[in-house]
């Protein structure tokens, strides 16, 4: 049998900080993250708590709830991985209502998953969002790909002195084209016969070269140029 999620995310721990207003909620979270071998820095209550803590702490993934008080969740989001780009905040939240995934989504969260997920499901998708994996409930994913292609039909009309587009690689391309589809970093691998770590290289130096803050931005920019399709 393949080894646990525990397993990985005990060998390969993930720093990771759990915000929630609800007490027993947020130390279960915290306990389940723990017990499965990711290295809990911080957890907060409200808003401006899990800025200041979250600054200080500098967790690699963000575990947040949107209806905090002091301060939504999106505006937490938004000033977190503004500030740090390369945080990575998987929204945790009862609502599946599509205006908060998009919401959240645009704010700069990684994945959106329901607390109706089970704790291996969220054990996994801590790991993976740390990995650069956009992780959402089933279902959510192709509203997000939907709107971004809805976007992308009608985008903004460039400044007369907007730059040119940084010339990518064809590696970079092609990486790019596969993360436009979908796929995760490891399905990537696979299909190039590359390692996971070239995939994650590939994508970083995308992002810096279209001054992207994270992977969810790629796909964006990736589909208003077509390249899901191609």
């Known amino acids: 049998m393949s080894e ?17 207003d609800h007490p027993m909620w947020r130390d279960a979270v915290a306990r389940d993250l723990a017990a499965a071998g990711h290295d809990v820095v911080a957890t907060a209550g409200d808003g401006p708590e899990a800025v ?40 945790l939240s009862a609502s599946g209502e599509h205006a908060d995934v998009l919401e959240a989504v645009k704010s700069g969260a990684t994945g959106y998953l329901l607390k109706s997920a089970s704790t291996e499901e969220l054990v996994d998708a801590v790991r993976r969002t740390a ?15 939907g709107e971004y292609r809805r ?10 002195d907007e730059p ?51 992977r969810v931005e790629l796909v964006r920019y990736a589909i208003e140029r077509g390249l899901d399709d191609a």
Not at 6 to 20: G, I, N, Q, S, Y
Not at 58 to 74: A, F, I, K, T, Y
Not at 131 to 145: C, E, H, I, K, R
């Open 131 to 145: 990995a650069g994996d956009p992780v959402f409930t089933p279902g959510l994913a192709g509203l997000v790909l």
């Open 52 to 91: 200041r803590r979250a600054k200080a702490a500098r967790p690699e993934v963000l575990v947040l709830d949107l209806n905090l008080p002091g301060l939504p969740g999106v505006a937490v989001c938004k000033e977190l991985v503004g500030e740090n780009p390369a945080l990575r905040v998987l929204v």
């Open 151 to 160: 976007l992308a039909a009608d985008p903004a009309p460039a400044a007369p």
């Open 164 to 214: 040119k587009a940084p010339r990518l690689t064809e590696r970079e391309t092609e990486v790019l084209r596969l993360v436009a589809k979908g796929l995760s970093y490891k399905q990537i691998a696979e299909r190039l016969v590359i390692s996971h770590r070239t995939v994650q290289n590939h994508v970083q130096n995308t992002l810096g070269k279209l001054q992207l803050h994270n």
């Open 4 to 20: 646990t999620t525990a397993d990985t995310a005990a060998r390969h721990p993930v720093r990771v900080m759990v915000v929630d």
